[in-house]
């Protein structure tokens, strides 16, 4: 299919239709399916954040964060449901946490989850965290 003339050619520079040249509507039209794909992306959901928290989380920290667990006797977890120990903690910290892992030194102590979360996961479960506080 051959192009109608409703485009400048390269010999007549013209600012304004250059703002409107094939190239740029591709442009702006990958822009515009961009943000339609994002906005129907769901966010994640509590519901997710409380499904990734038992599947990664809980078997440490315990279903309710108050590390009520093995796991977390034996290396002994802070209590999710205290509210001094949730002062003390960041949503920075909580997110760096779970993306990063915890280290002591060069010791780790916790693994990283950042290849099982994203950083919006990661988001959702600081509410989730939040939520523990009693
Ligand atoms: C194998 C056990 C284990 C699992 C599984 C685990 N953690 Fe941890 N987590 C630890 C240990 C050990 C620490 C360090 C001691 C502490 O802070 O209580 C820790 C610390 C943390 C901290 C506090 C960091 C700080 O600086 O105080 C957060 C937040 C955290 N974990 C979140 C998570 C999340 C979210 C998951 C799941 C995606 C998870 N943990 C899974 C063992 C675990």
């Known amino acids: 299919m051959t192009r109608a ?4 050619t390269d010999a007549e520079p013209n600012p304004g239709a250059m703002l409107c040249s094939p190239r740029m509507k591709t442009k702006f039209a990958l822009i515009l399916s961009l943000g339609v794909l994002a906005a129907g992306v769901p966010t994640v959901l509590a ?3 409380k499904a990734n928290w038992d599947e990664h989380c809980a078997k440490c920290h315990g279903a309710t964060g108050k590390a009520d667990t093995k796991m977390g ?7 999710y ?4 120990v ?6 920075e910290i909580i997110v760096k946490a779970t993306l990063e892992g915890v280290k002591d ?3 780790e102590k916790m693994k990283a989850y950042g290849d099982v979360l994203s ?10 965290i939040r939520s523990f506080k009693q």
């Open 5 to 8: 003339h409703s485009w400048p």
């Open 47 to 49: 519901a997710d954040a």
């Open 73 to 79: 006797a034996r290396l002994k977890l802070k209590d």
């Open 81 to 84: 449901s205290d509210a001094k």
């Open 86 to 91: 949730q002062a003390a903690l960041t949503d």
């Open 105 to 107: 030194g060069d010791k």
């Open 119 to 128: 950083a919006d996961g990661a988001k959702a479960i600081v509410g989730l």
